[in-house]
């Protein structure tokens, strides 16, 4: 929950970095920021994400990338990159990704501010809440495909069954 004293002075739009380590602040994520960068920590659902939040002042645009700490081996690749391919059809903001180099999952998300290139605090908490909802969403269907030997179509179906209630 966001303090009274941080939301005075995230009350205004701010400068993306600024306004997203006073997020980090106010819920108690770990945080380091650098000139044009921040990494946290969020607890998801399913597991700890790395946020990394990257700003690019020449184009106004921040991006928002999550990483589940799922490396996918390479027997696993092509049912991983079937499975990508399924999930991205299903996303509305942003994408899944797999970086050739190691085979590391990822979400990423890029948005593109105003002229001012500032960012709301509303803004600020939509982009990180994306961020871990669709990796917890889809944290499943990876473990089913790389841990579970699932085909991708059934292990995407299996992870897009809403449980009633909690256990």
């Not at 939301?7 to 650098?34: I, Q, S, V």
């Not at 921040?38 to 994400?49: F, H, N, P, T, V």
């Not at 942003?94 to 105003?114: E, I």
Request: proline letters at 3%; hydrophobic letters at 45%.
């Amino acid at each position: 929950m966001i303090t009274q004293t941080d939301a005075d002075t995230a009350e205004d739009d701010a400068a993306p970095l600024a306004m997203l380590a006073a997020l980090f602040r106010a819920h108690g994520w770990p945080c380091d920021t650098g000139q044009d960068e921040l990494s946290g920590e969020i607890q998801g659902s399913w597991a700890k994400y790395q946020l990394k939040c990257l700003w690019r002042a020449d184009d106004n645009v921040l991006q928002v990338i999550a990483l589940p700490d799922i490396r996918v081996a390479d027997d696993k690749r092509a049912g991983a990159q079937e499975l990508l391919a399924l999930i991205n059809e299903q996303m509305w903001i942003g994408h899944f990704d797999m970086w050739s180099n190691g085979g590391t999952l990822l979400y990423r998300n890029a948005t593109l501010l105003g002229d001012e290139g500032l960012l709301s605090l509303s803004q600020a908490q939509a982009l990180v809440e994306t961020a871990v909802d669709e990796c917890d969403r889809f944290y499943p269907a990876f473990q089913f495909v790389l841990w579970g030997d699932k085909r991708p179509r059934d292990a995407l179906a299996a992870a897009m069954v809403d449980a009633a209630g909690e256990a």
